[in-house]
């Protein structure tokens, strides 16, 4: 069975509506990020997609164009404030829901076998990485997995996805694919290495960039300065092709089904045609394992 023999429809069969409101939501997200790269009177892009306010859950059904067998892979995603949190100045009651929200991601990552943390690429290097606590909120994102997994005692194996976004003008030379993997190798140290101990060896992780939309490219920081607060501003710049072109977007998703392959197929805990396994087989086969993609931590193709 060739891979273009494969079907990736949103929804769930078992949920009516489902599609349509996966589809309408995933396509007004893509319009969004084409006008990041409309042609105007503006060569700086500003803006993107704007985060949402409440947790959505997301199923896609992928099967064989006859339908034969199939998969259902679930997303589950959650706002990012939950994670940015509140001033802790302000009352209580907020630091309490800010913690039962931490909790829900907590539980979120405990039930999930994939996790997918992406990462402000410009903000891990620009400027030997000053703003990168502070964007990508790294303290409490180790936090966070470090209990999931710890909590988590069903000995299940997992995934974890460092997935650099924003990255198109650091892929264009091969040292600086390098400079993406080793600062991430360098500024998540402490959770990498707490994620090689013996005691997290259903672990495995893997650095997979995306390049978001292909023509928006960073340019600089322009540090504004007020009440005596400095705060960054990164300033992203358009190429002459005005087109949204995502690059290796679609690799998270080779890792996934590679995962799901190898743990749960071998182990014949998901019953598909032999058919379709042949065919995601050939699909996750696509992970690209060189140029910036390297596995950190395990071996997703080992059991």
Same mark, same amino acid.
Request: glycine share 6%.
């Given at each position: 069975m060739d891979v273009n023999q494969l079907r990736l429809e949103?929804?769930?069969? #078992?949920?009516? &509506?489902?599609?349509?409101?996966?589809?309408?939501?995933?396509?007004t @997200?893509?319009?969004?990020?084409?006008?990041?790269?409309?042609?105007?009177?503006?060569?700086?892009?500003? &803006?993107g997609i704007p985060g949402t306010a409440n947790a959505k859950?997301?199923?896609?059904?992928?099967?064989?164009?006859?339908?034969?067998?199939?998969?259902?892979? #679930?997303?589950?995603? $959650?706002?990012?404030?939950?994670?940015?949190?509140?001033?802790?100045?302000?009352?209580?009651? &907020?630091?309490?829901?800010?913690?039962? /929200?931490?909790?829900r991601v907590i539980d979120y990552i405990k039930d999930a076998n994939v996790t997918i943390l992406a990462i402000d690429t410009p903000a891990l290097i620009e400027k030997k990485g000053k703003y990168h606590v502070q964007i990508n909120k790294t303290e409490i994102i180790k936090e966070i997995l470090l209990k999931a997994y710890?909590?988590?005692?069903?000995?299940?194996?997992?995934?974890?996805?460092?997935?650099?976004?924003?990255?198109?003008n650091y892929l264009k030379k091969a040292n600086n694919i390098q400079q993406i993997e080793q600062s991430i190798c360098s500024q998540y140290k402490e959770l990498i290495d707490i994620l090689k101990n013996p005691d997290f060896s259903n672990i495995s992780a893997v650095i997979t960039p995306v390049q978001t939309v292909g023509n928006v490219l960073f340019s600089y920081i322009r540090e504004i300065e007020?009440?005596?607060?400095?705060?960054? /501003?990164?300033? $992203?710049?358009?190429?002459?092709?005005?087109?949204?072109?995502?690059?290796?977007?679609?690799?998270?998703?080779?890792?996934?089904?590679?995962?799901?392959?190898?743990? $749960?197929?071998?182990?014949? @805990?998901?019953?598909?045609?032999?058919?379709?396994?042949?065919a995601m087989n050939q699909f996750a086969a696509g992970c690209n394992l060189d140029g910036g993609f390297v596995i950190s931590n395990g071996d997703t193709n080992s059991g």
């Open positions: 949103a929804g769930n069969p #078992e949920k009516p &509506g489902s599609d349509y409101e996966t589809s309408n939501f995933l396509n @997200c893509e319009e969004e990020l084409k006008q990041l790269v409309k042609r105007n009177n503006r060569w700086i892009a500003e &803006g859950k997301f199923d896609f059904y992928f099967s064989n164009l006859q339908k034969i067998s199939s998969l259902l892979l #679930e997303f589950q995603d $959650y706002p990012g404030g939950w994670v940015i949190g509140e001033d802790p100045q302000k009352l209580e009651t &907020g630091i309490q829901e800010r913690e039962q /929200k931490i909790n710890i909590e988590d005692l069903s000995e299940q194996p997992k995934l974890l996805i460092f997935a650099p976004v924003k990255c198109e007020e009440n005596g607060k400095v705060t960054p /501003k990164f300033v $992203y710049e358009k190429t002459n092709n005005f087109e949204l072109m995502p690059v290796n977007a679609e690799q998270p998703l080779r890792y996934i089904l590679q995962f799901a392959l190898k743990f $749960y197929i071998d182990q014949n @805990c998901l019953s598909l045609d032999e058919d379709l396994k042949v």
